[in-house]
């Protein structure tokens, strides 16, 4: 790990923090392998039900790549996508939770996540082509998949900028907070997903993927949910229905 990228689990939800707010929470080649190791740890935990990323400072989540160490070629937009295949591909749910501005790739980090939470006054923009780079294809692809054609046109040829409630209303944002709140908010929902039956999450977040990428493999979506309908966590959610008390799910 690095001192601008920091790490840690609470019960069943794992957090990375971006901790370089005096360069607005950029990725470099350093931090992006750093971000890419915690993924690979979290992917290995069948313990976490949620991972949470959010950025220090109260400015900027995240300004994306570099991008002095991209202009010399010491990142690559590939590199920085591999980062957030990762992520996106991650089984359990994902919550950003964007302290700040969010610019660049940092739109595309936050977009790989299921969830997104922002604070009142923030700002959103791709400057891609006011800089002059086309944007990396499995990145547009991305934007496409979960902001649909007309708004990835915005902000990718457009480079349009968003304030915090256009964020909300264009569906980039699930819920808007004041700054202040933004901490038990994101605390709040983590809590929520991670007490959900995981094979049930987990396996109606895979089926999801599939059809926002213009496709349903049915025979594995049948697969899983036969997983789900054959789970012990299936019978608990039932036993606690009829019990009228809290389920307590184990992942089987």
């Known amino acids: 790990m690095t001192d601008t990228i920091m790490f840690e689990i609470s019960g069943q939800v794992a957090r990375i923090v971006l901790n370089n707010p005096e360069k607005h929470n950029s990725l470099g080649a350093q931090e992006l392998a750093a971000v890419q190791a915690c993924i690979e740890q979290v992917a290995a935990d069948s313990e976490l039900r949620v991972l949470v990323i959010t950025g220090a400072g109260d400015k900027t989540f995240c300004a994306g790549a570099a991008l002095n160490q991209l202009g010399a070629g010491r990142i690559s937009g590939d590199l920085f996508q591999a980062t957030t295949d990762k992520l996106a591909q991650l089984k359990i749910p994902t919550l950003c939770a964007l302290n700040g501005d969010v610019f660049g790739g940092g739109v595309e980090l936050a977009l790989s996540c299921d969830f ?106 049948q697969s899983l949910a036969q997983i789900c309908s054959e789970s012990e966590d299936l019978q608990e959610g039932f036993a606690a229905q009829r019990a009228r008390r809290t389920p307590s799910f184990n992942g089987s």
Request: with cysteine.
């Open 116 to 221: 997104r939470i922002g604070v009142q006054g923030t700002r959103m923009r791709v400057p891609a082509a006011q800089i002059g780079l086309c944007y990396p294809p499995g990145g547009i692809k991305r934007f496409v998949e979960r902001l649909g054609i007309n708004l990835a046109n915005r902000i990718l040829v457009a480079a349009e900028e968003f304030d915090a409630e256009a964020m909300l209303q264009i569906g980039f944002l699930d819920h808007l907070v004041a700054r202040e709140a933004l901490l038990t908010r994101t605390d709040e929902l983590a809590t929520s997903l991670a007490a959900l039956a995981p094979l049930a999450v987990q396996a109606m977040k895979q089926i999801l993927q599939q059809a926002a990428a213009g496709g349903i493999d049915l025979e594995l979506a």
